[in-house]
């Protein structure tokens, strides 16, 4: 039902921009959000007491990425633990490992547990710093996929942290952070800078999504539609995206329905926390990411965007995409993975399939009543994903060379 509204709702306001000039309308949707002065450190991070400094590095392809470095209150700088990479999901950015009470968030329970965190923002987020001479106003800037974030940002993100600290790299990613972290590290340059990594609703295969929100907006080509339409960024902060938003949370729908129309029934979220959440999210990010989660869904493959035939032929000398070999990934590299029997988007059976094509053996923790959001946002985080995460880090220790 919630669904059905809300699909109802998006379609009027396609719709209704159609009778309105494109122009207007591509206007409304790159007008940016006054996001929050300063820093993600400043922001939300040194608040809770926690040192914290701004860091950028630039990707091959001249996008600007935010990273921050946290460490706990505690910790002397010079003797910093190993390295953590937090990697957030779509229409997330880096403050999604923050947001949950201080006791319950993973970027200050790591901090506090001596690790050396970094936090990064993919390109097009509020805490990414664009790009050397395109601008968010461009279409090019938004010409980039899930493809993009795995081998140029998550691919530049662990080698910049790998050259500052001289040693591997542990990676955390939650979704789309996880559909990165295995498609890059079928690549070798960017798995052998890698210690271990922990995901969160891991997602390669997305044949099983359960979503009803997400699958109706695939029936009706959503993606499509707005692509022909001449809408390269996706943001719900936009003036046109907030009034839907505040459509949609406000009048005729509540807005945890609508979440969980989106990632399935959240067991153990804090729905009086979500204004304060909605300060942050959803940050933006482009319509050709959304096409390609949607080709997943579609063709139920782990490939590369798929262009058409002849593009694909100029791009990749295949009629086809080439997938993501799960195989390639080396069974060396020790794997940690947190995934829920309520999650409408990383759902089992298509966990299992990654499963099945890993060369290795992950460690695993099934949790039958979580959905997709309690793995970040759970009041009861700590105590029923992290100390595991924790542990399995904390054993990945030993073999760790330089400690
Ligand atoms: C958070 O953890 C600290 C230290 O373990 C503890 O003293 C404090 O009571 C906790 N706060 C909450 C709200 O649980
Ligand atoms: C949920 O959030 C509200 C508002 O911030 C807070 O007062 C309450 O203590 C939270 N409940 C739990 C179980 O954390």
């Known amino acids: 039902m919630a669904a059905t509204v809300a699909v109802a709702l998006f379609s009027s306001l396609l719709l209704s921009a159609v009778v309105n000039s494109a122009e207007d309308f591509s206007a409304a949707f790159n007008l940016r959000d006054k996001s929050p002065i300063g820093g993600l450190c400043a922001y939300l991070i040194e608040p809770s007491g926690f040192p914290c400094s701004e860091h950028a590095t630039q990707t091959k392809d001249g996008y600007i990425l935010g990273l921050q470095r946290v460490s706990s209150p505690s910790v002397v700088l010079q003797q910093r633990g190993p390295p953590v990479l937090l990697i957030h999901g779509l229409f997330m950015a880096g403050d999604a490992w923050f947001m949950n009470s201080p006791n319950q968030s993973l970027g200050f329970i790591l901090a506090n547990r001596g690790f050396d965190v970094w936090v990064g923002n993919v390109r097009g987020t509020h805490w990414s710093h664009g790009h050397v001479s395109l601008s968010e106003k461009d279409k090019e800037f938004w010409d980039w996929s899930w493809q993009e974030l795995a081998l140029y940002d998550l691919g530049e993100m662990i080698r910049f942290i790998y050259s500052v600290t001289d040693s591997k790299v542990f990676v955390v990613g939650h979704s789309q952070g996880t559909i990165m972290s295995l498609a890059a590290f079928t690549q070798p340059d960017i798995s052998g800078m890698v210690a271990s990594a922990a995901l969160l609703c891991p997602i390669s295969y997305l044949e099983h999504v359960t979503s009803r929100f997400v699958l109706r907006l695939v029936h009706m080509h959503l993606d ?88 694909n032929l100029k791009y990749y000398s295949h009629i086809k995409p080439p997938i993501f070999d799960l195989a390639s990934i080396p069974s060396s590299l020790p794997i940690w993975m947190g995934y829920g029997g309520n999650d409408a988007l990383a759902d089992v059976a298509d966990v299992q399939h990654t499963l099945k094509e890993l060369p290795s053996k992950p460690d695993l923790l099934y949790l039958e009543d979580y959905g997709h959001i309690d793995f970040l946002l759970s009041v009861n985080a700590k105590e029923d994903v992290y100390d595991s995460m924790l542990a399995f880090f904390s054993s990945q220790l030993g073999t760790f060379s330089s400690y």
């Open 224 to 311: 499509e539609v707005i692509m022909t339409m001449g809408i390269h960024e996706l943001n719900f902060k936009s003036n046109l995206g907030t009034q839907v938003m505040d459509m949609m949370c406000d009048g005729h729908l509540d807005c945890d329905d609508m979440l969980s129309a989106i990632t399935g029934k959240n067991c153990c979220f804090n729905s009086s926390r979500i204004d304060f959440y909605l300060e942050f999210e959803p940050h933006p990010t482009s319509s050709k990411n959304l096409h390609h989660l949607f080709q997943m869904i579609r063709k139920g493959t782990f490939a590369m965007y798929d262009y058409g035939m002849w593009k």
